[in-house]
């Protein structure tokens, strides 16, 4: 069974410029969520996507934004870049019924120069 | 947002010792999840805990869900070196698949 998949997994920007992200979720997975990790703040949610529809968000600016389509897989996009955006972005899917678990990719490693 | 105190921070262990660590939350939750990340990899699930008061193991690991549904620890069992990484958990207070993340604790096992 193929694992949550994230492209692409190393990337470099300039501030001002943009981003899009890419995560495959687990096959039968509906939830696609988002964290931003970085060593001083941690797991930060982002938001979380199901049946195409954003569920949740935390507390970011607009600039940070997402989709789902109709096969779950999920983007993220950033615009805008700012210096402090550089992170690793990971994409967590879920079923989000029952005994509820996230299962990780491996992350986007953003740089924004 | 909802915090998660997880303590300790690092720990810097000799092999074969045993580890314990816990988080705890403001509010009630209905999930504690514990996790371990690897550098420059995702976080990888170790135990899930869905009662309040079950007690899980996973091999040397071990988890418990606090009674009070605000707290879960996590205990490893005759650390060896591969258990080096960052320990994660992760509550979801059951408001819609919204989990919060604990601070971390770094794990460091001296052969």
């Known amino acids: 069974k193929a694992g949550v998949t994230q492209t692409p997994r190393y990337l470099i920007k300039t501030r001002g410029q943009q981003v899009t992200l890419s995560c495959s979720p687990i096959?039968?997975?509906?939830?696609v969520s988002w964290y931003q990790q970085t060593p001083g703040q941690g797991l930060q949610f982002l938001f979380e996507?199901?049946?195409?529809?954003?569920?949740n968000k935390g507390n970011f600016p607009g600039r940070f934004s997402g989709r789902q389509f109709s096969n779950s897989r999920s983007e993220m996009n950033v615009s805008t870049l700012e210096l402090g955006d550089s992170a690793l972005y990971l994409c967590?899917?879920?079923?989000?019924?029952?005994?509820?678990?996230?299962?990780f990719g491996a992350g986007s490693r953003l740089t924004v120069l | 947002g909802q915090q998660l105190n997880q303590s300790p921070q690092s720990m810097f262990i000799q092999e074969g010792e045993d580890v314990s660590m816990n988080c705890t939350s403001s509010?009630?939750?209905?999930?504690w999840l514990w996790y371990k990340q690897d550098p420059g990899e995702g976080p990888v699930l170790l135990i899930a805990?869905?009662?309040?008061?079950e007690l899980t193991s996973n091999g040397r690991l071990t988890a418990q869900f606090g009674i009070t549904r605000k707290d879960s620890f996590l205990n490893i069992s005759a650390s060896i070196p591969s258990d080096v990484g960052i320990y994660f958990c992760?509550?979801?207070?059951?408001?819609?698949?919204?989990?919060?993340f604990g601070t971390g604790t770094s794990l460091t096992v001296i052969p």
């Open positions: 992760a509550g979801d207070s059951n408001t819609g698949n919204q989990f919060y």
């Open positions: 805990l869905y009662k309040a008061g």
């Open positions: 096959s039968g997975h509906r939830s």
């Open positions: 509010s009630i939750f209905n999930t």
């Open positions: 996507y199901f049946s195409e529809t954003q569920r």
């Open positions: 967590a899917s879920s079923k989000r019924t029952g005994a509820n678990v996230l299962t």
